[in-house]
């Protein structure tokens, strides 16, 4: 059983709401056959503490056009590691040190990734400073 359909468009859309707010390596995972209480983990990252607090932002207020609110937000006071449940996808957005650190894709490295149709402009924003592409 893979990721249903409804979870995988919530996640896209919060992806391109991590994107608009400059999120770098935003990455989607289906977790579904690993985890009974959700089906897809979104992970982006941010090199300040201010820009992760902004790209929660944007996320929330994207979804909260489609009328959803997130069922738990740990970790936004730090602004570190932010962590939003919808139930059926949950966002991490972290700091860059701590992604590299914590490394969850490496953690849920047997989950296939999701295809979050980004597309080369928002890939070029998400793509971490200093890096091109070759």
């Known amino acids: 059983m893979s990721a249903h359909e409804q979870s995988i468009t919530l996640a896209r859309h919060a992806a391109r709401a991590a994107a608009d ?18 089906d ?17 932002d944007g996320i929330e207020e994207e979804l909260m056009k489609q009328d959803l609110r997130p069922v738990r937000r740990e970790g ?7 962590l939003l449940d919808y139930a059926d996808i949950v966002i991490h957005v972290q700091h860059a040190e701590d ?20 597309g080369d402009d928002a890939s070029a924003k998400a793509a971490p400073a200093g890096e091109s592409e070759l």
């Open 21 to 38: 707010k400059l999120a770098e390596d935003i990455v989607a995972l289906d977790v579904s056959e690993r985890l009974a209480l959700t």
């Open 40 to 56: 897809v983990f979104l992970i982006a990252s941010a090199p300040t503490e201010r820009q992760v607090n902004a790209i929660v």
């Open 76 to 82: 936004r006071s730090e602004g570190r590691w932010v």
């Open 99 to 118: 992604r590299v650190f914590y490394a969850l894709e490496r953690l849920w490295k047997d989950c296939p990734v999701v295809d979050l149709e980004l």
